[in-house]
């Protein structure tokens, strides 16, 4: 069974930076496009960011364009997610996702989560 | 890139059949057959529950069916169950540069 697990989420100030990270076991990592999406507290799910499987595309949602960097090392099976200039409005739990086609057109495999706070 | 539009909330009683809309547009819901529906639980991580319009994926409930008509897709829970009490959200592939929406979500109650 697919394995995900995200690390990284903490409290940061208005302005800050974090880098989130998600840990891929039991698929061959390299082979599948990946996938951010992220979850204010009581909200829907919002799409953040999607990278294939070699890592040279990339795609943003438009409120974090500029701001984030997805990024992967194939070699650790590790998706990251690099995200400046952090606003209030960022806090949300991020969730890592596999994209079974490399076309974004669904999610199979989630982890389960890390929460991101921003506030001062 | 807006979110595309599911109603806030639908019910049903144990045993009957209930259907949440999901609008979009030409540019995703419309446009291609890439409509995905999510199960989300209560401090859970979502679940895929229908991929490419209307493919299950293995080991989900034929109970779960979905169709797309226009720039409108539905899922239907049929034999609504006490374990279908979730939020449900759709997704699409779209054209626009940012590749992937969200729904609104719908929270599902089972009375």
């Known amino acids: 069974e697919v394995q995900l697990l995200e690390s990284g989420g903490d409290l940061v100030q208005p302005g800050g930076s974090l880098r989130l990270s998600c840990a891929a076991s039991r698929f061959t990592f390299g082979s599948y496009a990946m996938s951010w999406v992220r979850q204010a507290p009581g909200k829907g799910l919002e799409w953040v960011s999607v990278?294939?499987?070699?890592?040279?595309?990339?795609y943003y949602a438009d409120s974090v364009k500029g701001r984030f960097t997805i990024s992967r090392d194939n070699s650790k099976n590790t998706l990251y997610l690099q995200m400046n200039s952090l606003r209030a409005e960022d806090t949300a739990v991020y969730y890592c996702?596999?994209?079974?086609?490399?076309?974004?057109?669904?999610?199979?495999?989630w982890g389960q989560g890390t929460l991101v706070t921003v506030s001062s | 890139q807006s979110a595309l539009t599911q109603p806030a909330s639908v019910s049903g009683s144990p045993g009957q059949s209930i259907t949440i809309s999901c609008t979009g547009t030409?540019?995703?819901?419309?446009?291609?057959?890439?409509v995905s529906w999510y199960q989300q639980h209560p401090g859970k991580a979502p679940k895929l529950m229908i991929y490419d319009v209307n493919d299950r994926p293995s080991g989900v409930s034929d109970r779960f069916s979905a169709s797309k008509s226009g720039n409108t897709a539905s899922l239907t829970i049929s034999g609504l169950q006490a374990e279908d009490e979730a939020d449900y959200y759709c997704?699409?592939?779209?054209?626009?540069?940012?590749?992937?929406?969200f729904g609104t979500g719908t929270k599902v109650t089972v009375l």
């Open positions: 997704g699409s592939y779209t054209s626009s540069s940012t590749r992937f929406v």
């Open positions: 030409s540019s995703d819901v419309g446009g291609y057959n890439y």
């Open positions: 990278i294939s499987g070699g890592g040279s595309n990339t």
């Open positions: 996702a596999k994209d079974p086609t490399g076309t974004t057109r669904s999610f199979d495999s």
